[in-house]
């Protein structure tokens, strides 16, 4: 399985980045899974930022990013977007892309779960 994660770099405080993540290689026994956005910053935990369900329908967003970003899905369904707008210095970090597996077309998954990681993708953002 692989999680292309793309799309980080530098940018100023209220500017914009979007970050996409593409997933391939599941095997057959996985038909669905959810996706989600995590951060990281050294020395802190990594976080759920966002998640969205397989059929994208569902979402789910950190109250540290509610209003400010925004997950969505390609129509393959397996390619996994994350708008970042008005983006503050405190969103800097590493973002990873995960994926869960599911029966469920509009499950969301808060904690864990996340069977499936990119190799991140940094985003700066100066003051």
């Known amino acids: 399985v692989q999680l292309q994660a793309s799309g980080g770099g530098l940018v100023q405080a209220g500017g914009s980045l979007r970050l996409a993540c593409a997933a391939s290689?599941?095997?057959?026994?996985?038909?669905?899974?959810?996706m989600g956005w995590f951060r990281q910053v050294p020395g802190k935990e990594r976080d759920l930022v966002a998640a969205i369900s397989w059929s994208g329908t569902d979402t789910y967003y950190s109250d540290s990013v509610k209003g400010r970003f925004t997950i969505s899905k390609g129509n393959l369904r397996n390619t996994v977007y994350l708008q970042m707008n008005l983006l503050k210095p405190e969103d800097t970090a590493v973002y990873y892309c995960?994926?869960?597996?599911?029966?469920?077309?509009?499950?969301?998954?808060?904690?864990?779960?996340?069977?499936?990681w990119g190799q991140g993708t940094l985003v700066t953002v100066s003051s």
């Open positions: 995960a994926a869960h597996p599911t029966i469920h077309p509009t499950t969301v998954v808060r904690g864990p779960g996340y069977d499936y």
């Open positions: 290689g599941f095997p057959t026994s996985i038909s669905r899974y959810g």
